[in-house]
């Protein structure tokens, strides 16, 4: 059974950092690529960061590029999203989803498996 968690979120005053990970079992971790989501009250979910299968390639969304930098660790079957300056506008749960590939996607559709997410709270 594939199980995918998330944690780390909280309630921060802008300007802080957070380190959100991602946990998963029941499957071969490296041959799934993953991302990270994020969805604010009354907004679609977005696309915040992905990360290829290997590591090797990353890609994070406009208004978080340059502060927010995603990560892995195959060994452990762990993903990270590192969250440096955050803003009030941050404010959103975030969820780590894994579609098997080597290239990851901004589109939620193409993800299989999703945590249950994981809320942060940025304060101005």
């Known amino acids: 059974q594939v199980q995918v968690v998330e944690f780390g979120g909280g309630s921060v005053p802008a300007g802080a950092s957070l380190r959100l990970s991602c946990e998963a079992s029941?499957?071969?971790?490296?041959?799934?690529?993953m991302a990270w989501f994020r969805q604010s009250p009354g907004k679609d979910r977005e696309f915040t960061a992905g990360i290829t299968a290997s590591g090797h390639s990353t890609s994070t969304s406009d208004p978080v590029w340059g502060r927010f930098f995603i990560s892995r660790d195959n060994a452990k079957k762990m993903a990270y999203l590192q969250m440096n300056s955050l803003k009030p506008e941050d404010t959103a749960v975030y969820y780590c989803a894994l579609r098997f590939g080597a290239d990851y996607s901004s589109r939620s559709e193409n993800y299989v498996y999703w945590g249950q997410g994981t809320q942060v709270t940025v304060s101005p």
């Open positions: 029941g499957l071969s971790f490296g041959d799934y690529s």
